[in-house]
C-alpha cells in the first residue's frame, strides 16, 4: 500500500527563519514520484515539485529547496528566510509510474503541514 | 486564464437532497479528477477520467457518480448528501499524455450537509 505522512500538522515561524516541512512516504514499487503541493489562504493547489525515485539530487529553486532521501524514505522541503506570503498549507503527494503514465494524477496526499509565517 | 472552473464555490445542503457539483477546464486536457478535502486527511481521490468517456472510481467513490460529458466538463453529483459529504471539493485535471506531475486544480468547492 502506498502511504504519505506529514507528522507536523501546524507549524508557526517568524518571518525570516528556515522552516523544514517533513514527507515520510510508503511503497512497494521501485518506481514512483514525489510532489509537493501549496495552498494558499485563497484555496487553491499550487505545484510545486515534481521528482522521480531514479533522481535523488537534491534541488533548489529561490528559497525553495527540497532533500530527497530513498534511504529513510523521507521527500522533505525546505524554505529559507521564510516570508509571510509563504503562509499555507503545505501537501507533499506520491504515486507510482505505471500510474503515472497510464492514469495521469492519481496522486496519494499526505495529511499537509500548516505554515504560519508571523511578521 | 479561465483554468478549472468549479461551481458553485459554496452549497449547503440538508440531508437527503441532491445536487451536482460542475467542473469544466479550458486547457484541452485529457485527464480529469475530483477529490475531497477533509482536516487531517489531505485530498483523497474520488473519480477520475482518464479520457473523454471513461471514469473509474478512486479511493472514496461511494455515494458519489460521476459523468464525463466532453472533453472539457466532468462533473460530481451527490445523490442522496450525508453529512459525511461535509467536506471541500476540487476538481483538477492534466495532460495523460506527456504527464509531468502537474495537476492544475480548480478553486474549490465548499459543501455542508446539515
Known amino acids: 500500500a502506498q502511504k504519505v505522512t506529514q507528522a507536523q500538522t501546524e507549524i508557526s515561524v517568524v518571518e525570516k527563519e528556515d522552516v523544514t516541512l517533513d514527507c515520510v512516504y510508503e511503497?512497494?514499487?521501485?518506481?514512483?514520484?514525489l510532489f509537493w503541493y501549496k495552498q494558499p489562504p485563497s484555496g487553491e493547489l499550487v505545484f510545486l515539485i515534481r521528482?522521480?525515485?531514479?533522481?535523488?539530487q537534491n534541488e533548489i529553486s529561490g528559497r525553495y529547496s527540497w532533500n530527497f532521501q530513498k534511504s529513510t524514505s523521507s521527500f522533505n522541503f525546505t524554505i529559507t528566510a521564510s516570508q509571510v506570503v509563504d503562509s499555507a498549507v503545505y501537501f507533499c503527494?506520491?504515486?507510482?509510474?505505471?500510474?503515472?503514465?497510464?492514469?495521469?494524477?492519481?496522486?496519494?496526499f499526505g495529511q499537509g503541514t500548516e505554515l504560519s509565517v508571523k511578521p | 486564464n479561465a483554468g478549472v472552473t468549479q461551481t458553485p464555490k459554496f452549497q449547503v445542503l440538508k440531508t437527503g437532497q441532491s445536487m451536482t457539483l460542475q467542473c469544466a477546464q479550458d486547457?484541452?486536457?485529457?485527464?480529469m479528477y475530483w477529490y475531497r478535502q477533509d482536516p487531517g486527511m489531505g485530498l483523497r481521490l474520488i473519480y477520475y477520467?482518464?479520457?473523454?468517456?471513461?471514469?473509474d472510481k478512486g479511493e472514496v467513490p461511494n455515494g458519489y457518480n460521476v459523468s464525463r460529458l466532453n472533453k472539457r466538463e466532468f462533473s460530481l453529483r451527490l445523490e442522496s448528501a450525508a453529512p459525511s459529504q461535509t467536506s471541500v471539493y476540487f476538481c483538477a485535471s492534466d495532460f495523460r499524455d506527456s504527464y509531468t506531475g502537474e495537476l492544475f486544480f480548480g478553486e474549490g468547492s465548499r459543501l455542508t450537509v446539515l
Open positions: 477520467s482518464a479520457s473523454e468517456g471513461t471514469t
Open positions: 521528482r522521480n525515485s531514479f533522481d535523488e
Open positions: 503527494a506520491l504515486s507510482n509510474f505505471a500510474l503515472i503514465y497510464n492514469q495521469g494524477g492519481k496522486l496519494i
Open positions: 511503497t512497494r514499487d521501485t518506481t514512483y514520484y
Open positions: 486547457m484541452n486536457h485529457n485527464s
